[in-house]
């Protein structure tokens, strides 16, 4: 692994003067951007010509809004024209897909996705694939593991693909904020690669120990594209000390008092509907947005909030990773995310076109019991695995989800994350009609799961800390992702005074 620290000096040809190829890609920016005056950022073209001359694979790690998305897309149009395959781009959010496939339109590349909102079109996707008429595919993680993509589509897309982009890489690494079972098959893909197909890697949140676990995952030879992670616009606050309906009744006074529109962030979905419920009650133009929200619903809400015509929607983490609306006005939280590094995430939606975005943490009571009620549900029993396989191996077939539910006694949200780690692992296969067992058996990595268990305490402490602190709020959330620089901002409620009221009318 190499580690680069962007600059603005010319990649190659004589000082300050653009090559050929410099040229090419400013080109192709302006496009994307609809701007003939764009710029790169620092570090944007290197990786470009990594991916595209060098053939590379790169992990970017950059603050949201430093323009991770222009790489691909850039590299993407390049490698095309140089008569390479297409891009292969694993996604792992519907809003995220949507906003994607809309920015590549606009960069001139033609894009579609296979996902769960639109199996009927995919044969139709899968002939434009095949007959060159397709630069980007989207695809979720989960996807590469159905058993019609797994088995027909993925063999012949690894043998002509262009470049392999890994969208929010920290989701693949245990020791990540957001760790999903589903990414560990990316490194198997990876690794099938020809040896000369590039791979981007890009996220906005992962400390040290994530980049050098992604990074290893990536290959030997990976170059490390880091810069600095504060966010200027961003007001940052923290109101302590109300209890659940306190915050309720403060949120409803003071909802308003928020420039634009933004996202009310709770931390579980019957939080996100009573909530929606009572400020709808109140008069506020909020909805609520979670994983009981069907597909089409969510991308009308998605669409309403980017036209400003609600003021909020109120959300899981269900609305995160890549919703993107440049002048989100405000995050504000009901209960707190059980990692700093998680809530940098998710305030990172607010302020990416705007001077100025304010985000406020009204912490709960419940929030720890909350906490570890979601890291139980998703480390996997050893009890519950064993009784999983002891009933595959019995089956005459595969067996569903629901009667695996039925046999062993298992919560369903719970067995699918058993059932993605045994799958992972070679345990479990899934194939049509359900699963069936491998034969290899399955043995329970105590000691991995023992240490990602410190992992998640130590993150829960650090949230505590955030919210007690007296120091620069977005200095402490910089130093949870290892920044190069912290230094503080001069804007948040411990730098600058508080901004917020307090005060709960009667």
Known sequence: MTESTPTSAPASGSPGAPDDFAIEAQRILAELTANPNAQFRDGQLESIRDLVQAKKR????????WGKSAVYFVATRMLRASGTGPSLIISPLLALMRDQIAAAERAGVRAASLNSS????????????????????????E??????????????????LGLIVVDEAHCISDWGHDFRPDYRRIGRILSELPHNTPVLATTATANSRVVADVAEQLGDDTTVVRGELARDSLRLGVLNGLDASARIAWLSAHLNDFTGSGIVYTLTVSAAEDITRMLREQGHEVRAYTGRTDAEERAELEQQLKDNRLKALVATSALG?????????????????????????QVGRAGRATDSADVLLLPGAEDEQIWEYFATASMPNQDDANAVLAALAEADGPLSVARLETLVGTKRSRLNLLLKTLEVEDAVSKVKGGY???????????????KVAAVRAEEAQAMLDYEATGQCRMEFLIRQLDDPDPQPCGRCDNCAGVWFSAEISD
Do not use: C
Not at 129 to 140: R, T
């Open 58 to 65: 790169v992990l970017v790690v950059q603050r949201t809004g």
């Open 118 to 141: 639109n199996v009927t079109e995919w044969d139709s996707v899968l002939e434009d694939l095949k007959a060159g008429n397709l630069d980007v595919l989207l695809v979720s993680p």
């Open 143 to 160: 996807r590469l593991n159905n058993p019609q993509f797994r088995d027909e589509v993925l063999p012949q897309l690894l043998a002509f």
């Open 321 to 345: 990773m890549g919703f993107d609306k440049p002048d989100l006005g405000f995050v504000i939280h009901l209960g707190a995310p059980s990692s700093a590094v998680a809530y940098y995430q």
């Open 436 to 450: 069936v067992s491998t034969g290899h058996g399955w043995n329970y990595d105590r000691e991995r799961y023992e």
